[in-house]
């Protein structure tokens, strides 16, 4: 808790890291044009504030652990702790969707989560529950690939399709 709130569900990346470029700076003091003596606010506009470096582990977490619970006081706190709601939506299925849904959401190169669904009951579930793992398969050789924050135990198989 800070300051008699809650934590937020999200993190800023590590941005003291050496060779690591997120993307900072610069953005109107390199884009602005001074062309035909016209002054860059004139011209364009500063934009948007950019939202960089942001990670919704937290998050996800939070959402697994509230596996089973109703739906609508998970997504209130959810929401209390957000930025803005969206991220809640990559991972939970709140209408059904149309097609056949993955099972899991992939965060980054090789972090993968698993997705869920809001039954009919407005309790959060598993879309997938059987899958963990030790049931998945890593999709390179390179990279340590991991399911809801946990290393994949099986090796990775080049022969697989």
């Not at 004139?42 to 996800?60: E, H, I, N």
């Not at 972090?111 to 009951?121: A, G, H, K």
């Not at 959060?124 to 924050?149: I, K």
Request: some cysteine; hydrophobic content about 30%.
């Amino acid at each position: 808790m800070r300051g008699g709130r809650k934590t937020p569900l999200y993190r800023k990346v590590n941005t003291t890291a050496h060779g690591v470029h997120h993307d900072h700076g610069g953005d109107y003091r390199d884009a602005r044009s001074q062309a035909h003596g016209v002054s860059a606010p004139a011209v364009q506009s500063m934009g948007a504030k950019r939202r960089r470096g942001l990670d919704y582990t937290p998050l996800f977490r939070f959402l697994l652990s509230k596996v089973g619970c109703h739906w609508d006081a998970v997504h209130s706190e959810a929401i209390a702790r957000l930025d803005r709601e969206q991220p809640i939506h990559w991972m939970v299925d709140v209408h059904p969707p149309l097609g056949t849904p993955e099972p899991t959401l992939r965060a980054g190169e090789s972090s993968y989560w698993s997705r869920l669904y809001v039954d009919e009951n407005k309790l959060l579930q598993l879309r997938e529950p059987a899958q963990d793992h030790s049931t998945m398969r890593p999709f390179c050789a390179c990279c340590t690939h991991t399911l809801n924050g946990v290393p994949l135990t099986q090796g990775y198989d080049a022969e697989r399709p």
